[in-house]
């Protein structure tokens, strides 16, 4: 079975077609970051504009890369939510109509569980019962994840998203768009101890977050720096770094507590956010220490990319899923109601 899969939720038109055989077959993305950077974040009613100009040219190249024609595709996986409404709805109504004149069924699919099960389209995929750190823009959390479609929130941020406090912080720094991976670069050249941020809600049970307190705290660091005649690049580094690791070590806090609570060793990182290095470099001593093993996805595979679209179309179309002919798009969308494969 080829599915051709449609990612338009936020400021990323993807398109890819995956092969239940062999697999991924082709890919093409194209980012929205130079028509949203002049304004300092994604304005939707572009977004939406955007892609409705570039998803039928690379429909038409992922089925010119993959050696196919419409004729030859099984089904249409769109994503259907979580994200911008008319962003999705580009993506919805291509998708379903494309299915539709080729006679062929069309997937409403959930966003985070394309980025959940992206760690899959890589040659090393992990095997279930494990615990998923899902970090995006728009949302963080800890799953336990048993099988397809049977995910069970054991924490989720309490208000800003990680990658939303990335953005933000780099924001208030004077960093460009998007702020995350600027951020990240910048950090590299801090000074390691140069300030100590604190590690939200580390220091009382359970696993959920809250990142916006972490952005006050830099942004009162930097007014302070300033105040005092320090408004160098190397100052900026060093709370770039501060951030970063107050983030980071967060983060692995409740991985730690979420393995050794489930007694699950295996741990997948996915979402924008999973393309840090750092955070990357410090699940990977986690897991060693804890006797596991980490899986994540290449780093194109992080952030917004429609090969996860299309590879759990293909695994829903394969378990059976059927949809009525309708056009679903949902903005917010729980990732527990989706029915189990
Ligand atoms: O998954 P994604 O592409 O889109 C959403 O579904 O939200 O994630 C985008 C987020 C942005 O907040 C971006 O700043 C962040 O991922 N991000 C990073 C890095 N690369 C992307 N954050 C920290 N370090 C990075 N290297
Ligand atoms: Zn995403």
């Not at 998803?55 to 196919?68: E, I, M, N, R």
């Not at 054991?154 to 600027?182: C, H, N, Q, R, V």
Request: aromatic share 6%; proline share 4%.
């Amino acid at each position: 079975m080829k599915v051709l899969g449609i990612e338009s939720s936020c400021d990323e038109t993807g398109l890819a077609i995956y092969d239940s055989e062999k697999g991924l077959l082709a890919h093409r993305l194209h980012s929205q970051i130079e028509l949203h950077a002049q304004y300092g974040g994604v304005v939707p009613e572009l977004a939406s504009r955007d892609h409705v100009r570039y998803l039928l040219p690379l429909t038409d190249k992922v089925l010119q890369q993959a050696g196919l024609n419409k004729q030859d595709i099984d089904a249409v996986a769109y994503t259907a939510g979580p994200g911008l409404m008319g962003a999705l709805m580009v993506g919805a109504s291509t998708g379903r109509a494309l299915a539709m004149a080729l006679n062929i069924p069309a997937l409403a699919v959930h966003h985070m569980e394309g980025h959940l099960l992206a760690p899959m389209l890589e040659d090393n995929p992990p095997s279930f019962p494990f615990i998923a750190l899902l970090v995006s823009g728009g949302h963080t959390l800890l799953a336990q994840v048993q099988g397809i479609g049977r995910y069970k929130i054991l924490g989720e941020s309490l208000d800003d998203a990680a990658g939303e406090a990335f953005d933000k912080t780099a924001k208030m720094l004077g960093l460009g768009y998007p702020g995350g991976p600027i951020l990240a670069k910048l950090a590299q050249q801090g000074e390691a101890g140069a300030y100590h941020f604190p590690r939200p809600m580390t220091d009382r049970p359970g696993l959920d977050f809250s990142f916006s307190g972490l952005k006050t705290f830099s942004l009162t660091t930097w007014q302070k720096a300033q105040a005092a005649g320090d408004d160098s690049e190397q100052t900026k580094a060093n709370i770039a770094r501060a951030f970063e690791e107050a983030v980071v070590d967060t983060l692995m806090i409740k991985c730690r507590r979420a393995m050794q609570q489930t007694a699950i060793k295996n741990l997948v990182i996915a979402g924008g956010v999973g393309a840090n290095l750092r955070l990357r470099e410090s699940l990977q001593q986690l897991v060693e220490k804890e006797g596991g093993e980490l899986f994540y996805p290449r780093v194109e595979f992080c952030t917004d990319n429609g090969a996860m679209i299309a590879h759990v179309g293909c695994l829903r179309l394969m378990a059976g899923q059927r949809e009525a002919l309708l056009i679903q798009t949902r903005a917010r969308w729980p990732i527990e109601e989706l029915s189990a494969l």
